[in-house]
């Protein structure tokens, strides 16, 4: 309990609810687009370079350890000033949309591997395997939400030349795991890239960050 309270006041007051909007609409997006899959025909875009890259059950560490960098990197680029962070999270907003609209207009899956290696890893891929199905593949939230973590404090020089550097590290290795365990296809990881890129510019350009401003009562 007294990490969470510290964690908790170290959240500046202005990002709080636009903090839990994102998380519920996250899962929103992602449990709510499977309710459209019913007879539907799924696409797979695995291609002949995802056939050549291996299962490396390890990776599986990096898979999950990403909700712990999500977590500490949101929190840390939300405290940079309130602009940056409606900023922020209104792209991961838009991204998060754009990502339903897709999966529910273009389903995707892939083939996953018979994991018969008897390791605490493979074990711990397999369980990945039980708990998320193979589809809202394309494109990778995963990938996604680390590349916002890279980007969110990309060039922000009140933080740490060595944190954004490792921040950049840890969504490039992040996108890797989800390769070398078989979660995603290359395509998925490109337009998870891509997509947080795009929808970071959109939210500076067109300034949809100042609708925040109305969930926090500032109009």
């Keep these: 309990m007294k990490i969470i309270k510290r964690i ?14 994102c998380v519920f609409f996250n899962f929103a997006i992602y449990l709510g687009a499977r309710l459209f899959y019913k007879h539907r025909v799924f696409h797979n875009l695995t291609s002949y370079c ?34 940056h962070c409606y900023r922020f999270l209104t792209a991961d907003l838009l991204g998060k949309l754009i990502c339903g609209i897709i999966y529910i207009n273009f389903p995707t899956t892939n083939i996953r591997p018979n994991i018969i290696t008897p390791d605490i890893f493979s074990d711990m891929l397999k369980f ?66 891509m997509l947080a890129e795009l929808t970071w510019r959109l939210s500076l350009h067109l300034q949809l960050y100042k609708t925040f401003k109305l969930i926090n009562q500032e109009v």
Aim: with cysteine.
């Design 128 to 193: 990945l395997y039980s708990i998320d199905a193979a589809d809202n593949l394309f494109p990778s939230i995963h990938c996604l939400v680390s590349w916002y973590c890279f980007v969110g404090l990309r060039n922000c020089k009140v933080i740490p030349a060595w944190y954004r550097c490792f921040s950049l590290f840890m969504a490039i290795m992040i996108c890797i795991s989800t390769l070398t365990t078989k979660q995603h296809v290359i395509i998925d990881v490109l337009g998870g890239v």
């Design 50 to 83: 995802d056939d050549r890259i291996p299962v490396i059950p390890i990776f599986v560490l990096i898979y999950f350890g990403g909700y712990l960098f999500w977590i500490v990197n949101y929190i840390l680029i939300s405290n940079i000033n309130k602009e």
């Design 8 to 21: 908790y006041n170290y959240i500046p007051k202005y990002s709080i609810k636009p903090l839990i909007v």
